[in-house]
């Protein structure tokens, strides 16, 4: 079997708060977007009957108090779902009336032991929203390094689910190859990468709802499964499926949700949801990505086409 990692990294979108938004406006467009945020998603999974990990930002109830989060984490928890730890720093010194405060971006921009107090404080807030002790980690924007899974391990965290081959060498450092798909221990940690595609010779792609079609999705799972891959990580967003102003949804991008769901769900003997919580091990992998397809890669971009000229206007 090859276990399927449903990630979905649950924040709220800096854009909307350096656009002057009030904390009302933030939420419902980050978290629950046009009716296809986090309380559809859930709906969508449990009809399906698969597992998902939502990892989420706290940081943001450092500007806003811990009812700005803490209510997602409650219906993630109350649905059976898991919420593991999200992390994108720049919270750390924003401001809710000055919106050109903030701290650096990036999680690769600051030392070990700042990255460790940044984590150790991440995973205090989410545990005063309600979550259970996460036992996993994705940084904001994938910008993790070795440092970061030294911190994770000090910290005493299982596994990590930063390294994005499509984002290197930035902001994603951690020192694995880019091609690097199958989960691997390193630094005290078992890093889970984020599943890639190889869309034309030499070009990667990752596994997210709104960068891959149905056929590559179908494609890449049907590859895994073929070619024995101990797990499969898949990455959206809570407010994926609307359109970037999160005021309507991605007809695209709601289809492509509803079709993987449907995928895994009469697959589900040989493509098993798991998560993080269940403590998988994943000894000896290995794993390379898919390989191109000229065909598929076309009409995903026809799709994309359509998307951004159709879909991706603001209501």
Same mark, same amino acid.
């Given at each position: 079997?090859?276990? !399927?990692?449903?990630?979905? =990294? ?6 909307? %708060? $350096? ?5 009302? #406006?933030?939420? /419902? ?5 046009? *009716? ?24 943001? #109830?450092? !500007?806003?108090?811990? =009812? ?33 405060? %903030? ?27 309600? /979550?259970?002790?996460?036992? /996993? ?9 070795? =440092? $970061? ?6 910290? *005493? ?5 930063? %390294?994005?081959?499509?984002?290197? @060498? ?19 940690? #078992?890093? +889970? ?6 869309? $034309? ?23 895994? +499964? ?7 990580? !898949? ?33 589900? &003997?040989?493509?098993? $949801? ?5 403590? @998988? ?9 898919? *390989? ?10 026809? &799709? ?12």
């Amino acid at each position: 079997m090859t276990a !399927v990692f449903i990630t979905i =990294d649950t924040e709220l979108m800096w854009r909307h %708060h $350096t656009a002057g938004c009030d904390l009302v #406006t933030q939420t /419902a467009r980050s978290l629950e977007p046009a *009716g296809v945020g986090i309380a559809y998603q859930l709906a969508t999974l449990a009809k399906h009957g698969l597992k998902a990990t939502f990892f989420v930002d706290p940081m943001p #109830t450092m !500007v806003f108090g811990l =009812d700005a989060i803490r209510p997602v984490v409650e219906a993630i928890v109350a649905a059976g779902q898991e919420v593991q730890l999200h992390l994108h720093p720049n919270w750390a010194g924003a401001q809710a009336d000055d919106v050109e405060r %903030h701290a650096r971006f990036e999680l690769i921009d600051y030392s070990l032991d700042e990255q460790q107090a940044l984590i150790a404080g991440a995973r205090d807030l989410l545990k005063a929203c309600g /979550a259970p002790d996460p036992v /996993a980690f994705r940084a904001g924007s994938y910008a993790a390094n070795d =440092d $970061t899974l030294t911190a994770l391990t000090e910290l *005493g965290f299982a596994y990590d689910s930063s %390294h994005n081959g499509a984002d290197t @060498p930035w902001p994603s450092q951690i020192g694995l190859p880019p091609r690097q798909i199958a989960p691997v221990a390193r630094n005290g940690v #078992t890093e +889970v990468p984020v599943t890639l595609i190889e869309d $034309t010779p030499g070009s990667l792609r990752h596994f997210q709802i709104c960068a891959l079609s149905r056929g590559e999705m179908r494609a890449a799972l049907d590859h895994a +499964v073929a070619a024995d891959h101990k797990a499969v990580t !898949v990455v959206s967003h809570s407010f994926e499926l609307a359109n970037r102003s999160g005021t309507r949804p991605n007809g695209v991008h709601v289809a492509r949700f509803e079709a993987l769901c449907g995928m895994l769900a009469d697959a589900r &003997e040989t493509l098993p $949801t798991v998560q993080f919580r269940d403590r @998988p091990i994943f000894a000896g992998s290995d794993a390379i990505p898919l *390989g191109p397809s000229q065909i598929r890669t076309r009409w995903r971009q026809a &799709e994309q086409l359509w998307s951004n000229l159709v879909e991706e206007r603001a209501a």
